[in-house]
């Protein structure tokens, strides 16, 4: 058991130093820490708690890798591509239920390899659907797991106060109680280390390359474009504030979106601010028609669309849209109070 601390704690300290490293304030370091702390727990979560996070098959997925949509609610879990397995779910109040088929890469990212879409236009008068997932599935309700795949993600678009949609996943083997991941302790606190450095080198290199273009919002940078598109049919778009005293980013929506789109505003270390957050449904359109969207604590508050970054200066931005038309980028221009 000494090796298996021994390892995390390796991780552990080569994680903080990394991002000792990487911050570019004091300011930013600091909060570093509490992230730091939070990944932790959620990586010895998933070693040694997974049977309290399970529900219906699907474990709940933790918000603390990056960049997670406040909109979403999100259930995932292993698959097997020698197994079979049966989906079934039911829309309730929510508005779309997103399936994704993922492998992963050396690092632990995510690399799309299967998709479905359950919304009103394909669940019965019920709201209720289903999906088969093997190997050979094909047709009609059935999607194939390819070789590679070993991760499932589920999407739960809910942005009211009705039941959010429910999801039960057959034919996964159940997570016993009080075992550890990979059968000993040992074991599990190796794949908690690898979770915890994986997921922050992850993110690092996702903040490097979004800061480098500050105020200003860009198509996914190359090195991260695969995993950082989670949702096939979503266009992605990353942006990064950077504000002196007094100042606030204008952001102008494109026009013409014809359906979902969000835009939301994490710290440097792309996780979510508590409703920091502007969407198709919340968002108010100025005299001219424009939706404007003002981001930053400086941002005056009689203004509409206005996203309070909780006293930040700087951070990741990432907006978001279904069925987005090729190039729609939003347009984006420092303001001053």
């Known amino acids: 058991m000494t090796a298996g601390w021994d390892g995390y704690n390796a991780a552990l300290a080569e994680a903080r130093a990394a991002l000792a490293a990487a911050a570019p304030d004091a300011e930013t370091a600091a909060e570093a820490e509490a992230y730091l702390m939070r990944v932790a727990a959620s990586s010895l979560a998933d070693s040694f708690l997974k049977d309290h996070l399970t529900e219906g098959g699907l474990g709940r997925a933790l918000p603390t890798r990056g960049g997670p949509n406040p909109d979403y609610r999100m259930w995932g879990g292993g698959l097997d591509p020698r197994r079979r397995y049966r989906l079934e779910g039911r829309l309730n109040a929510s508005e779309r239920v997103g399936v994704g088929l993922y492998a992963l890469d050396p690092a632990g990212g ?9 919304d ?20 009609p309700g059935a999607l194939a797991i390819a070789l590679e795949t070993r991760v499932l993600v589920i999407r739960v678009l809910h942005r009211n106060d009705g039941p959010a949609a ?22 599990a606190l190796a794949m908690a280390g690898r979770s915890l450095l994986g997921g922050v080198r992850q993110f690092l290199e996702w903040s490097e390359l979004i800061s480098a273009s500050p105020n200003t919002f860009t198509t996914p940078p190359e090195k991260i474009a695969d995993v950082a598109r989670g949702d096939p049919d979503t266009g992605y778009y990353f942006g990064y504030y950077l504000l002196q005293p007094g100042e606030w980013l204008e952001t102008t929506i494109p026009s013409g979106l ?9 710290n440097h270390w792309c996780e979510a601010l508590p409703g920091a957050g ?49 190039e729609q980028v939003p347009e984006a221009t420092v303001r001053r109070s």
């Not at 995510?110 to 359950?118: I, R």
């Not at 014809?258 to 994490?266: I, Q, V």
């Not at 669309?305 to 200066?313: A, E, K, P, S, Y």
Request: net charge neutral.
């Open 120 to 139: 009103r236009g394909n669940v019965d008068d019920d709201g209720r659907f289903t999906l088969e997932l093997a190997a050979d599935a094909v047709g």
């Open 278 to 326: 502007v969407h198709d449904l919340s968002a108010k359109p100025d005299a001219d028609g424009r939706i404007r969207v003002r981001i930053g604590s400086d941002a005056p508050a009689e203004l509409a669309n206005r996203v309070d970054t909780l006293g930040r200066r700087r951070g990741v931005l990432i907006f978001r849209a279904h069925r987005e038309p090729q």
């Open 110 to 118: 995510t690399l799309l390899t299967g998709y479905a879409v359950f």
């Open 258 to 266: 014809p359906g979902y789109w969000s835009l939301h505003a994490y």
């Open 166 to 187: 429910s999801v039960k996943l057959e034919g996964a083997a159940p997570a016993p109680a009080f075992t550890p991941a990979m059968g000993s302790a040992e074991a």
